[in-house]
């Protein structure tokens, strides 16, 4: 079975620039979400996904951060414009349904803005 | 809100000896899940182990087990016969009925040869 697919695994970009982000859950799996991981640091929520909704979108920067789930299926996560503070790793999830199930992860997209 | 605390930034086990990792949690929820993941430097966090915190039972996974105290909000991981692809990071998460998993900061694992 294939996990949680994410590109790119590196991205380089110049400040005021834009850069998106696409994700492929496993399928099957209903939840997905976007993390954010600095350096040194656990992950943090920006979105959850439940199906095509977003049903928790409260720690994602709305002035530059962008997401969408088309069809309930893969993801993509924009910045627009990006900022030096957004160099992180980004993570996806997916999970399937059941109330506390476990979260698969993908293997992250590296995000460096100078 | 629920908070996940990790006190050690880092760790060092000398291979085949045993390692505990700590972990302490924050929430008024009665009803969650605790979980271990690992995150080796190719970035991708692998489940390790989950704890449901209706059973008093702690959970075991082959060399990997939990010491879970519900009263002191601790979620400990053990590892026996640590091996040299133990080396990685360790995130301790909690989930409950908000479905959003909050995680500590990590901590970092080498196992020395």
């Known amino acids: 079975e294939a996990g949680v697919v994410q590109s790119p695994r590196y991205k380089i970009i110049e400040k005021k620039q834009p850069v998106a982000f696409w994700c492929n859950p496993i399928s099957g799996h209903n939840t997905l979400y976007w993390y954010r991981q600095n350096l040194g640091q656990g992950p943090e929520l920006l979105i959850r996904?439940?199906?095509?909704?977003?049903?928790?979108d409260s720690q994602l920067p709305k002035d530059r951060f962008s997401a969408e789930r088309l069809k309930g299926v893969d993801s993509t996560l924009k910045i627009q414009p990006a900022e030096l503070g957004d160099s992180a790793v980004y993570l996806c999830a997916s999970r399937p349904p059941g109330p506390h199930t476990e979260a698969f992860f993908g293997q992250g997209t590296r995000l460096t803005v100078v | 809100a629920q908070t996940v605390t990790q006190s050690q930034p880092e760790m060092s086990v000398q291979e085949a000896e045993t390692v505990t990792l700590s972990c302490t949690y924050d929430?008024?929820?009665?009803?969650?899940?605790l979980f271990w993941y690992k995150q080796p430097p190719s970035r991708q966090m692998i489940l390790v182990i989950r704890?449901?915190?209706?059973?008093?039972q702690n959970a075991t996974e082959n060399r990997f087990s939990v010491n879970f105290q519900k009263a002191a909000k601790s979620f400990s991981l053990k590892i026996s016969d640590s091996q040299l692809g133990d080396t990685a990071m360790y995130f301790c998460a909690f989930h409950s009925g908000t479905y959003k998993y909050i995680f500590g900061t990590g901590t970092r694992l080498k196992v020395l040869a």
């Open positions: 996904y439940e199906n095509e909704e977003a049903v928790d």
């Open positions: 929430t008024s929820e009665n009803n969650y899940y």
């Open positions: 704890q449901e915190a209706y059973k008093q």
